[in-house]
């Protein structure tokens, strides 16, 4: 059923109780020609594109919980494409245009939102080290506005400009950054492409793979065996756990991140403004709670909760940033499993086995890649050859030495 204002009249007319479901619940086929492995937003995103932009649409997508239970539904729903290295840059823009015609391509409203990101810089290093990035992603074709201190008075009166140890100086702005809707993304992506054939199978959860002779042939799942002939991995946070059932060892550590809400207040923050002095980032949601994080919780774990020493860590450094935000109410928290390379860039690569395909490392910033990951991760498949966009995302990079590291701290994943 396509949703339009035609068909929400019609369904208003009888109460709105004969909507369609918006994807199907199918029992498992005996094979596909390809399963893809997570349905979170990268992997409901590549069986989209699979079937849209490939025609290949025997797939089935394998979620071990229920789509969205995953990071794509814990995030803090920040896009942005304000990236400084070649390896990067364009492919996060591409993800950007796709957001920005996400909606009407899939038919599903995912509340995209280009309200600017600002990130503040507090010296005049750092506001150098802006004005790179920012020339960078000018060279790109995309947009970047260096804002000094006056002008960013103007637009976010209650920073605290007067903090002597933080001191505010200015921000790089990109204007088309914002947010979206997280698992509206999901949701989007999974009626997009069961519309397309595509089977999303929900509580069955992958446990091995058949693999003979170096191919992939199927995998046993809590649902019996599905035999496939390409797998595609995109299990964000599980990478190394699902990875190692195919015999590899990843270059990813599991790390938890997380989020808070606060309690609903007035509109007034009408940006996404991260600290430059710390690490917090902050958003208003439309039902006026304000949506906030930090660093990740910096030990390994699979667990999707954190630990109170980084509850205080992030809202210290939000108070230096809006010593408002000190008498407001966190509602609640959550946590989300990242996976951290070592560079803090991502994998969308094959694998050394014929028919099996990797999608990972997305650390926490793989929201705003969803809709050129699974772009990029689809082409990979149903090709057998990397994307122009995404081939500096190569998993022997880690064997040869050829690093993506945007922020430049090394091989250390818990700091990127
Ligand atoms: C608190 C938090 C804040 C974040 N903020 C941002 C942000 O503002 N902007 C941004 O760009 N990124 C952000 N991120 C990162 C972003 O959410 C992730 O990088 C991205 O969602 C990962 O891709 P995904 O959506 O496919 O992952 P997921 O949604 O985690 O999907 C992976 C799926 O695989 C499933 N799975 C795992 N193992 C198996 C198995 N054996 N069998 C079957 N299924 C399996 C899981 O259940 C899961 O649903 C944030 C993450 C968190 C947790």
């Given at each position: 059923m396509k949703y339009s204002v035609f068909s929400l009249m019609k369904n208003a007319l009888s109460g709105h109780k004969h909507w369609g479901r918006a994807w199907r619940d199918p029992e498992p086929k005996p094979n596909y020609d390809v399963v893809i492995i997570g349905g979170g937003g990268h992997g409901l995103a590549t069986a989209y594109y699979l079937a849209k932009q490939h025609g290949i649409n025997n797939v089935a997508v394998l979620e071990k919980?229920?789509?969205?239970?995953?990071?794509v539904g814990r995030n803090t729903t920040i896009i942005r494409s304000n990236y400084q290295l070649n390896g990067n840059e364009p492919f996060y823009e591409w993800s950007m245009k796709l957001w920005e015609n996400l909606e009407q391509d899939m038919n599903f409203n995912a509340m995209v939102s280009q309200r600017g990101v600002i990130n503040l810089y507090h010296s005049e290093t750092q506001r150098d080290d802006y004005a790179r990035r920012g020339n960078a992603m000018r060279l790109h074709g995309v947009d970047a506005e260096l804002l000094d201190r006056e002008q960013l008075r103007k637009k976010l009166p209650y920073l605290d400009y007067e903090n002597a140890r933080f001191p505010i100086q200015g921000g790089l702005m990109q204007q088309r950054g914002g947010t979206v809707r997280h698992d509206g993304v999901a949701w989007g992506f999974a009626r997009g492409a069961d519309a397309c054939g595509v089977d999303i199978i929900q509580n069955c959860e992958v446990k091995g793979f058949k693999i003979e002779n170096g191919t992939v042939l199927g995998i046993e799942t809590s649902r019996g065996y599905i035999g496939a002939k390409k797998v595609g991995m995109a299990v964000a946070g599980h990478a190394s756990q699902v990875a190692s059932m195919a015999g590899m060892k990843l270059p990813i550590e599991s790390h938890v991140l997380q989020a808070f809400v606060s309690e609903g207040i007035k509109p007034y923050l009408d940006n996404v403004v991260t600290f430059g002095a710390g690490h917090f980032y902050v958003s208003q949601s439309d039902k006026g709670g304000l949506v906030f994080g930090g660093d990740i919780d910096g030990y390994n774990s699979y667990a999707q909760r954190g630990n109170l020493p980084m509850v205080e860590h992030v809202i210290e450094a939000g108070v230096a940033m809006i010593p408002g935000l000190s008498r407001i109410k966190v509602l609640r928290s959550w946590g989300g499993i990242m996976d951290m390379s070592m560079d803090g860039s991502p994998i969308i690569d094959k694998t050394h086995i014929n028919g099996l395909y990797l999608n990972c490392?997305?650390?926490?910033?793989?929201f705003k890649a969803t809709p050129a990951s699974g772009w990029c991760f689809a082409h990979t498949i149903a090709t057998d050859s990397p994307h122009d966009l995404s081939a500096a995302y190569r998993l022997d990079r880690f064997k040869s030495g050829n690093m993506l590291d945007e922020k430049g701290m090394g091989a250390t994943p818990n700091l990127h």
């Amino acid at each position: 059923m396509k949703y339009s204002v035609f068909s929400l009249m019609k369904n208003a007319l009888s109460g709105h109780k004969h909507w369609g479901r918006a994807w199907r619940d199918p029992e498992p086929k005996p094979n596909y020609d390809v399963v893809i492995i997570g349905g979170g937003g990268h992997g409901l995103a590549t069986a989209y594109y699979l079937a849209k932009q490939h025609g290949i649409n025997n797939v089935a997508v394998l979620e071990k919980g229920w789509i969205g239970s995953g990071n794509v539904g814990r995030n803090t729903t920040i896009i942005r494409s304000n990236y400084q290295l070649n390896g990067n840059e364009p492919f996060y823009e591409w993800s950007m245009k796709l957001w920005e015609n996400l909606e009407q391509d899939m038919n599903f409203n995912a509340m995209v939102s280009q309200r600017g990101v600002i990130n503040l810089y507090h010296s005049e290093t750092q506001r150098d080290d802006y004005a790179r990035r920012g020339n960078a992603m000018r060279l790109h074709g995309v947009d970047a506005e260096l804002l000094d201190r006056e002008q960013l008075r103007k637009k976010l009166p209650y920073l605290d400009y007067e903090n002597a140890r933080f001191p505010i100086q200015g921000g790089l702005m990109q204007q088309r950054g914002g947010t979206v809707r997280h698992d509206g993304v999901a949701w989007g992506f999974a009626r997009g492409a069961d519309a397309c054939g595509v089977d999303i199978i929900q509580n069955c959860e992958v446990k091995g793979f058949k693999i003979e002779n170096g191919t992939v042939l199927g995998i046993e799942t809590s649902r019996g065996y599905i035999g496939a002939k390409k797998v595609g991995m995109a299990v964000a946070g599980h990478a190394s756990q699902v990875a190692s059932m195919a015999g590899m060892k990843l270059p990813i550590e599991s790390h938890v991140l997380q989020a808070f809400v606060s309690e609903g207040i007035k509109p007034y923050l009408d940006n996404v403004v991260t600290f430059g002095a710390g690490h917090f980032y902050v958003s208003q949601s439309d039902k006026g709670g304000l949506v906030f994080g930090g660093d990740i919780d910096g030990y390994n774990s699979y667990a999707q909760r954190g630990n109170l020493p980084m509850v205080e860590h992030v809202i210290e450094a939000g108070v230096a940033m809006i010593p408002g935000l000190s008498r407001i109410k966190v509602l609640r928290s959550w946590g989300g499993i990242m996976d951290m390379s070592m560079d803090g860039s991502p994998i969308i690569d094959k694998t050394h086995i014929n028919g099996l395909y990797l999608n990972c490392g997305w650390c926490y910033g793989g929201f705003k890649a969803t809709p050129a990951s699974g772009w990029c991760f689809a082409h990979t498949i149903a090709t057998d050859s990397p994307h122009d966009l995404s081939a500096a995302y190569r998993l022997d990079r880690f064997k040869s030495g050829n690093m993506l590291d945007e922020k430049g701290m090394g091989a250390t994943p818990n700091l990127h």
